[in-house]
């Protein structure tokens, strides 16, 4: 039997047991449970959730056994569909073809009592799923514009066969459900454009900086890992926190994001590995050699003049002395350079121990001019003394400006109302709680808590990062030594500490990594 929505008259012949009034009281009950399911649709984005909940209703709407439902790929000119007849794995079937396929194809209702007597019923599903189909009621989904967008499949009426007002109502219910997909699939694409974005984003930010690859991603896996172990937190004073999804999403996107702004700093200055920059370091370098030639010239000048003064027999005692004397001097210098290279090396701590600097700002050296040159600058002692890191702070206020073209970048974007506090959770990750942190210098209740959970795990993945050319990758113990140092010094926030330590975050959040 084939009916076209046009056909639909009413029909209470279907069920004689019951009174004018009790069809009318449940004709109303399932039109109300449509405008019911019509709103929880509406709401629902996630595809996933979406089609099992127009499923579930439509079965109990048209009282069937169970519903699919399968949804049109113009491109592939197919029916595709996750949901289907049991089904665990995703189906796809040609356009034209079936009785799903041929509601997609003439858009009419099919209602059929026996699926086994219709030459256009594929036996196979039966098999394949276990099931025996009986009656089927099967509708095509049109959205706004008339568009057949996919089918709603009813399998196996209760009673023992669908009516007409059966059709009526799984028409209406699939008008509303092809609107609920297309919005739901509309929302799928537009995440995914915006992840792509984001993703793109990191790239961008990591191509200025190859040395620090995956530090974002590290980042957001890290701080969302602490969120929701802090949801978790039996004890403290975050018990009770709960972030929902959208809030989980918009955290992570503000993690994979806070570095943003680096996109607005010097090249040299953000990849800077050591206190100074390789063509300064070799600058001291041929200094040092120059001032080995001085040396070495020195000692021969010498011995000419102690041979003049001293005779030729004294050759053999004056060539021991200088000898003597220049090999001290040239260890002299070996030793100096080495001290500067060893300072030159930048430091996780702040640490001291460069006072020898001063010294060497004695050393000299005559040029080839008979001018006294110094092998250092005041300038180079002034960097090779730097305590901690390899940034000069003139270099140190440069990076920390990364912050504040982060917050202007992402303030650009016009983020959905459940993601519009990305900006600002970024704009406080170097914030501390003493108030000594950049680039606002915040009170802690003026930070969000996110920002203090991103701050955490910023600092770790710092720490632990091995592919960092300025430095060592500290054990996953000391960097928790660090973490505690710092709670105790008043900028890290004590408590996410202990649950980021606690709950094994990183562990967790990087599979071991």
């Known amino acids: 039997m084939s009916t076209k929505p046009s056909d639909f008259q009413a029909d209470e012949t279907t069920s004689p047991s019951m009174s004018p009034i009790q069809l009318a009281l449940r004709r109303n009950s399932k039109l109300t449970s449509i405008l019911e399911v019509a ?15 127009i499923l579930r209703e439509a079965a109990r709407v048209v009282e069937a056994d169970r519903c699919s439902l399968f949804i049109v790929d113009r491109a592939r000119n197919e029916l595709w ?96 459900a092809a609107q609920a997909i297309e919005n739901a699939m509309l929302h799928e694409e537009i995440s995914r454009l915006f992840e792509g974005f984001v993703q793109a984003s990191v790239m961008a930010i990591e191509s200025r900086d190859p040395t620090t690859a995956g530090h974002s991603g590290r980042v957001a896996s890290l701080t969302v890992g602490l969120a929701q172990a802090t949801e978790a937190a039996p004890a403290g004073p975050y018990r009770g926190t709960h972030f929902s999804q959208e809030q989980l999403q918009e955290l992570r996107y503000a993690s994979l994001l806070h570095d943003f702004g680096k996109i607005g700093v010097r090249e040299p200055v953000l990849v800077k590995a050591e206190k100074l920059y390789p063509h300064e370091f070799e600058s001291i370098r041929q200094r040092f050699e120059l001032a080995r030639k001085d040396r070495q010239l020195g000692s021969v000048q010498r011995r000419l003049e102690m041979v003049k003064l001293r005779g030729e027999r004294e050759i053999g005692a004056i060539e021991q002395e200088e000898d003597a004397r220049l090999a001290r001097e040239l260890k002299e210098l070996d030793e100096a350079l080495e001290f500067i290279i060893a300072c030159n090396k930048p430091t996780v701590l702040a640490q001291g121990g460069f006072e020898k600097l001063a010294g060497l700002g004695e050393v000299s050296f005559t040029d080839a001019h008979e001018r006294p040159q110094m092998v250092l600058t005041a300038h180079e002692i002034q960097v090779l003394s730097i305590p901690r890191g390899s940034l000069s702070a003139t270099e140190r206020r440069e990076i920390e400006s990364h912050v504040t073209h982060t917050f202007k970048f992402l303030s650009q974007i016009p983020w959905t109302r459940v993601l519009k506090r990305v900006p600002e959770i970024a704009y406080a990750h170097h914030e501390k709680l003493d108030g000594k942190g950049y680039p606002r210098s915040l009170a802690s209740e003026r930070i969000p808590l996110q920002s203090k959970m991103m701050a955490i795990s910023d600092i770790y993945d710092a720490l632990t990062a091995s592919d960092r050319p300025y430095k060592k990758a500290v054990p996953h113990e000391k960097a928790l030594d660090i973490l505690h140092m710092e709670a105790k010094s008043g900028q890290l926030d004590s408590e996410l500490i202990r649950v980021f330590v606690e709950a094994d975050v990183p562990r967790r959040a990087l599979k071991g990594g």
């Open 81 to 176: 569909s996750r949901v289907a007849q049991g089904a665990r794995e995703e189906i796809r079937l040609p356009i034209g073809q079936g009785i799903a396929g041929t509601v997609a194809a003439t858009g009419e209702i099919v209602n059929i009592k026996d699926a086994y007597e219709d030459p256009r019923f594929n036996r196979d599903w039966d098999a394949k799923t276990a099931y025996h189909t009986k009656s089927i009621l099967c509708v095509p989904m049109r959205d706004t514009r008339g568009d057949i967008t996919g089918v709603i499949q009813a399998l196996n009426a209760i009673d023992g066969a669908f009516d007409a007002e059966d059709e009526e109502l799984l028409l209406a219910l699939g008008g509303q």
């Open 39 to 53: 709103k929880a649709m509406t709401a629902e984005r996630n595809l996933d959730t979406l089609l099992p909940l």
